[in-house]
């Protein structure tokens, strides 16, 4: 056949194979859209994580666990940079002083600020700006003669300052660090092994449905095309020139919703860019957006993927076209097919009990194999709502329902199974948001209003004397214990008596005496008021640089919650992501499941049966088997949530109530846009729909 012959064919068919390749362009654009979306998320967060890794050059120097910057330049600089806060608001103070003519450069700057100099990145010039001198001005000494640019900031919020300093001045500040080049890139392990592992899986989970969203919106109206091929073969065509057909008329529909997806996806990334808070400030838009590679391989992959799905379905069509159309019942399914996802879980959890090193790893394959687990076993559940609909109910309209989802359990699955895995992927990201593991026994409690506590990392006590009043309680170490009365530490902490003390942030080095590190922790009560405490902070910062300043307005959480609090919001945003899926999929289920079956609808509207009836066959057979396998979707993904966390340093817990207000908003939503196509069924029931020829 020639390929002209063969893309004439495809593209004729009248005004309803036009319909049903623009809805499946539709479709197929909205599943690109959302994949390309879903797969520039770790990138977003990672990307972050990588302009922001220069800060942790001097940790990486004195630590023997994390592998130390590249050597970018010979001379070298005196670096440190410390965590600090104002008002609440998290900033990075640090401090640099070169080396040599020659020194390392941060990323975002293209000089070293010298003494008496400090590099402000734009927020923190407003915010300093905005601010009295005594309260935040001083605790950058120096003129703000320098700002840094994008390629050094996590995003445009960002408060961060290097203050430019003489070598004098920084040697013998404990934690400072000499270092020859700044990371460009954050190192594997530590934090960006948790994000990567747990954006990795949730991306995972994520994508998983817009596949099978992808498959369905492709076979839509399957049954006709292959009717229609059918035809070609029983005339003439041989299998080869029907492949060619179906493959440039599915292939037509997908290029076309490729490149829909394609602009979908450019308004759709800079939305998001626009409105998702994470880490304290909007991304950027070039953060959310996918590798060319990666965008290569989606538009070039989702027609393919089309064009191998429809020539999967046409075996039937090339060995026997006589038989399209007269196919026997299917074996019903059972319960053996719940033992896949059964073994997958317990495999999950058997890992993480043994604290298997690679289960981080196997997290996303253990994730892929729990989602097919779960569309094998959808149509067992679907035969089982059936029975139910049957004996709970003698209604005409439920009864057809119960016989139609029994007939074909598998078809009525298909239709619903996108709810049922967004439901899923939503818990399971809502519960294991990458929160950390529960707290030690032993930890503090919370500051008591207007204090402010100073972590020295051990200093003498002459180098803290101007905070020191007979107000301020201090923690010390007396060369074996460290030492605090319970009843002064009342005074500044929610802490009940007795009270034993805490590490205050790592053991005192071996062979260093009481009379070098003797005070430890410092607690500076005020009135309270945001001015006196910016005051402590300033005077602590210019006493001891290294230094790590908190007050009850931080939100510091010592359970370390609050490192990964957005982390939530990312779970709840994903959440509406694939609930939105589950909505597109399920009215795409419905539609395909009218098309396919129109004409056993028309023969009982012929027979009497009233249109109201048949739609509430159709909201009854959705709404019934999207309720039994949501609900076991999610309970499903509480399991493999808790699998998950098993053996790893982070925590389960239920999805937060706005998780679960998304889920269930997104799956009455996903009825109700259901519910838009039961107007079809009277055009899908015309007397014309009966007739064979």
Sequence with gaps: MNPLLGLRLAVSGGREQLLRRAFTATGVGVGAALLLLAVSAPGAALGRSDRIAWQDAATAVVSAETPDPPIEKADGALFLAVSDYSDGNPMTRAYVAALGVDPPVPPGLDRLPGPGEVAVSPAMRDLLAATPDDELDNRFPGRATLTIGRAGLAHQN??????????????????????????????????????????????????????????????????????????????????????????????????????????????????????????????WAEDVAVPGWALAAVLAGVPVLAILTTLASLRSVQVSPLAVGRRGRRPAPTAWTALPLGAGLAAQLALGLSGAGGTGQLRPILAVLQVVGVALVGPWLCLLAARAVARLSRRASALIAARRIAYDPRAT????????????????????????????????????????????????????????????VTERWDGSAFVVSCIELRRVRHVTCPH??????????????????????????????????????????????????????????????????????????????????????????????????????????????????????????????????????????????????????????????????????????????????????????????????
């Design 413 to 472: 699955f298909r239709a619903v199974g996108v709810v049922a895995l967004a439901a899923m992927a939503a818990t399971y990201l809502g519960s294991t948001a990458d929160r950390p593991g529960p707290p030690a026994q032993n930890e503090d409690q919370r500051l008591r209003p207007g204090v402010v506590q100073i972590n020295t990392g051990g200093v003498a006590a002459e180098r803290v004397a101007p905070l020191l009043s007979a107000e301020t």
């Design 500 to 693: 034993p003390t805490a590490d205050p942030g790592g053991p005192v080095e071996p062979g260093l005496g009481a009379e070098r590190f003797t005070v430890l922790q410092v607690y500076v009560p005020t009135d309270g008021s945001l001015a006196a405490e910016n005051r402590v902070r300033t005077r602590t910062a210019n006493l001891v640089p290294n230094a790590i300043i908190n007050t009850d307005r931080d939100p510091v959480d010592y359970h370390l919650e609050q490192t990964f609090a957005d982390f939530d919001r990312l779970g709840g945003v994903a959440a509406l992501f694939v609930i939105i899926l589950g909505a597109c999929g399920l009215t795409a289920g419905v539609i395909a499941g009218l098309a396919e079956r129109r004409r056993p609808f028309a023969l009982l509207r012929a027979s009497g049966v009233r249109l109201g009836e048949l739609r509430m066959v159709v909201l009854v057979e959705t709404a019934v088997t999207m309720l039994v396998t949501s609900a076991v979707g999610s309970a499903l993904g509480l399991v493999a949530g808790y699998a998950a966390t098993r053996g790893t340093d982070r925590m389960w817990t239920w999805p937060g109530l706005p998780v679960l207000a998304v889920i269930g908003a997104g799956m009455l939503a996903a009825l109700a846009f259901a519910a838009f196509a039961l107007p079809l069924v009277g055009l899908a029931t015309r007397p014309d729909t009966v007739r064979y020829e």
């Design 158 to 283: 960002e408060l961060v300052a290097i203050v430019g300093r003489t070598p004098d001045e920084l040697r013998g500040v404990r934690s400072v660090a000499e270092v020859h080049g700044f990371y460009r890139a954050a190192p594997q392990g530590g934090i960006r092994y948790l994000q990567a592992a747990g954006l990795g899986t949730g991306s995972v989970v994520v994508l998983l449905p817009v596949l099978v969203f992808l498959v369905i919106v492709t076979r839509v109206a399957a049954g006709q095309q292959e009717r229609r091929l059918a035809m070609l073969r029983l005339v003439g065509a041989t299998r080869a020139q029907t492949a060619l057909v179906a493959a440039t008329e599915t292939g037509l529909a997908a290029v076309a919703g490729a490149a829909l997806g394609w602009v979908g996806y450019e308004l759709g990334r800079r939305v998001l860019a626009a409105t998702v808070v994470f880490q304290g400030g909007h991304f």
